[in-house]
């Protein structure tokens, strides 16, 4: 079946540096990637996502680039601050299926 | 615009016992996911309905059912429950164009079986 897999689960850096999470998907009809950054207690947010026409989209800090051919995507953040802290989890939606299918997520700590 | 609200935020109930979980879309949005949420296994796709119809339907047991009203309101039902089901239960709500669009969730309903 379908299946997204993420790493990694758990993520430490430090204030300002970069970081990075990184995604593989296994249908190559899936053509659309969303991140979402969730804060403790709080519901899944859309942070960025891209559309299997782009190989690199950014904002801002944060850029997702997507290799259709290897069916790896990933999530870069820059400058990280404290705010960043949360769980990040990548997602790939197929058509074929209608289904949109996550990773297991990465808690990133910035750590002031 | 209302973002997609849930109800009940909390809900505690014991093994055997079954559970209606309720979900109001951003207005004009017709599809709506359901998704189940533990520190183990992640963000799991329960189904999604879209127009009163299931479109799409994860890898759960029957026990686990829905349907979709007129209005795009939607509801999850799950049976005779067992431990391993206390979950965040997290609906989500997305207008539906040619391409795939973005997905709004719901704050999520906590489900503790005891």
């Known amino acids: 079946g379908e299946n997204v897999e993420q790493h990694p689960s758990t993520l430490s850096v430090q204030e300002g540096d970069s970081a990075v999470i990184k995604c593989t998907y296994s249908?190559?009809?899936?053509?659309?990637f969303p991140w979402y950054k969730q804060e403790l207690g709080k519901r899944p947010q859309l942070i960025i996502d891209?559309?299997?026409?782009?190989g690199e989209k950014k904002d801002q800090r944060i850029a997702v680039t997507l290799n259709k051919t290897a069916k790896h995507f990933s999530l870069h953040i820059t400058e990280t601050q404290p705010e960043d802290s949360a769980v990040y989890f990548c997602?790939?939606?197929?058509?074929?299926?209608?289904?949109?299918?996550f990773g297991q997520g990465t808690t990133l700590q910035v750590k002031p | 615009k209302a973002g997609v609200t849930q109800t009940p935020r909390y809900l505690i109930k014991t093994r055997g016992q079954q559970v209606t979980l309720s979900c109001s879309p951003i207005?004009?949005?017709?599809?709506v996911s359901w998704y189940q949420q533990t520190p183990g296994q992640g963000l799991q796709f329960l189904f999604e309905y879209f127009s009163e119809t299931q479109r799409n339907k994860g890898n759960f047991p029957g026990r686990f059912s829905g349907r979709q009203f007129s209005n795009s309101r939607s509801e999850m039902n799950v049976s005779t429950l067992e431990l391993g089901d206390s979950a965040l239960y997290l609906c989500?709500?997305?207008?539906?164009?040619?391409?795939?669009?973005?997905?709004?969730f719901g704050p999520g309903t906590r489900l503790t079986v005891l």
């Open positions: 891209i559309r299997s026409n782009v």
């Open positions: 989500a709500s997305r207008g539906v164009s040619s391409s795939y669009n973005e997905q709004f």
């Open positions: 207005s004009g949005h017709r599809s």
């Open positions: 997602a790939a939606y197929t058509s074929n299926t209608g289904k949109l299918i």
């Open positions: 249908d190559s009809a899936s053509n659309y």
